[in-house]
């Protein structure tokens, strides 16, 4: 019999935005100071549902203040769980990935040939989150967009799938939808030109049919949707519904597919076992208009290191262990997961390498007293170092407008947000969280402790014009020959 059927159901709300991972019980030391099961059920492992939006922006759920989209569900879910609102992810899809899949900065893992990609090719020897799960005994699942094994519809590197990551199960597509949208079904492609109408559903579907064949064992589900990524497809049902266009016909859809799984939980009995995680890839693609998301208040887009290009929407729901209703300013990111998955799940995480997240579980569970890692946060462009956050202080270092070894970025964002930065800038997030006055001038002792923390990301992770002394790389081929190649100029 299922352990998780002798606890208290949760009652009848779904929930809204949830990375959930599913707990059980715990019979690994670490995790001895976990609630236990009711009285008589075995311990048993959490799961763990982690749903990840592409391009939905800060603003564009409404509990993070959208003012015209309605996300009923993530609404509860936040109601029903904590909001963390000061959750990173990095500025583009790819690098976002690799970031949420090794628990590390997406410049310090390796990558097929020592290349640094716009969109990485993740190399096999990284050990992905999937991977530390499954050899803690979990069932593992990939239901989306996957982008790590090429930016490219067609022609992806197929020993870089999810079924070589981690993953028992892959219902999804290679990469973006900027052209179409091919569907694999574990490594064999089953379907060309996907209407993209239909994929929120159809992901859904296929990950409720997964949780459902799987409830009586620990299980990792990683839900990446395609959407809203550009090109924008919603169901019937929504189009047209929603006061904020496509875009926010598609956010609603979303969430609606958000309550399935939260009610499939629900269903299954799953609810005090499960952890949900609700977040986005990076901030929204702010120049497609009424086809990209909004993230008021926080200044800049998607591409840009403001912090409108990679702080994201984060809700965390597990009814029993995360606080009902709760908000959690402290930095926190993507990278996090991993470390803390594993700590839940009972899982090693791997001492052979630098992990740049850290252990979160104090935080989400709310426990009193509780503070964020004493760590910088590092803002990377592609390669490029551009900011760093310690605290609540934030520092632009300078560089010019739209760097040369960097991808055209600044087409992607407002042109007043694109200016050259010939002194660092500092902000107080804390008073100034659109970034708008800088204080560098006040605080010199606080500028020259984070360009020291900045030189300190250059040795250790790298920059554009250097390899990182941890930067991994497994493979003969140079190393970073973009770094050496602007490293000479
Ligand atoms: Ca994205």
Request: glycine residues 8%; charged residues 25%; proline residues 8%.
């Amino acid at each position: 019999m299922n352990a998780s059927k002798s606890h208290r159901s949760l009652g009848t709300s779904p929930a809204c935005i949830v990375l959930a991972i599913v707990t059980a019980s715990f019979s690994c030391p670490l995790a001895r100071a976990e609630p236990a099961g009711a009285a008589g059920s075995p311990p048993s492992k959490p799961n763990f549902i982690v749903i990840f939006t592409d391009d939905q922006g800060y603003q564009d759920v409404g509990c993070f203040g959208s003012p015209l989209i309605k996300t009923p569900r993530l609404d509860r879910m936040a109601r029903q769980g904590r909001k963390f609102t000061s959750f990173y992810a990095q500025t583009v899809c790819g690098p976002s990935r690799a970031a949420l899949m090794t628990g590390c900065y997406p410049l310090r893992v390796a990558k097929r040939n020592n290349q640094v990609d716009v969109h990485p090719y993740l190399h096999t020897k990284e050990i992905t989150i999937a991977e530390i799960l499954k050899a803690a005994g979990y069932t593992t699942a990939c239901f989306g967009k996957w982008d790590l094994a090429g930016h490219t519809q067609t022609k992806f590197d197929p020993q870089l799938l999810p079924s070589q990551q981690g993953f028992d199960y892959f219902f999804g597509t290679p990469t973006s939808n900027d052209s179409v949208v091919n569907l694999l079904r574990n490594d064999e492609m089953i379907e060309k030109s996907a209407d993209m109408n239909t994929l929120t559903q159809r992901y859904t579907d296929e990950a409720i049919e997964f949780i459902r064949a799987n409830r009586d064992k620990p299980f990792f589900v990683y839900m990446p949707h395609t959407m809203p990524h550009t090109r924008l497809g919603v169901s019937d049902a929504f189009r047209g519904k929603s006061k904020r266009g496509l875009y926010g016909d598609i956010i609603e859809e979303i969430d609606a597919c958000v309550g399935r799984v939260l009610d499939t939980v629900e269903e299954l009995e799953l609810t005090e076992n499960t952890y949900v995680v609700f977040t986005s890839d990076n901030g929204p693609w702010a120049i497609k208009g009424e086809h990209g998301g909004c993230a008021l208040p926080l200044r800049g887009a998607k591409t840009s290191t403001w912090e409108g290009g990679l702080r994201v929407p984060c809700i965390v729901w597990a009814p029993g262990r995360v606080p009902a209703g709760t908000v959690c300013g402290e930095v926190t990111c993507t990278m996090d997961l991993l470390p803390t998955l594993a700590r839940l799940a009972g899982g090693q995480v791997p001492e052979d390498r630098v992990i740049d997240g850290h252990d979160i579980t104090a935080l989400i569970h709310g426990k009193p007293g509780a503070v964020g890692p004493d760590r910088p946060y590092y803002y990377y462009q592609h390669t490029h170092l551009q900011a760093v956050r310690s605290g609540k202080w934030k520092l632009h270092l300078p560089r010019p407008a739209n760097p040369p070894w960097t991808p055209n970025w600044a087409r992607h964002i407002d042109a007043k947000d694109v200016f050259d930065i010939p002194t660092p800038l500092l902000f107080d997030l804390e008073t100034d969280i659109g970034e708008r006055t800088n204080v560098a001038d006040r605080h010199p002792e606080v500028v020259a402790r984070l360009m020291q923390l900045a030189e300190e990301a250059r040795e250790d992770i790298g920059d554009y014009d250097r390899a990182g002394k941890n930067a991994r790389f497994f493979d003969p081929q140079p190393r970073r020959p973009d770094a050496v190649k602007w490293a000479k100029e």
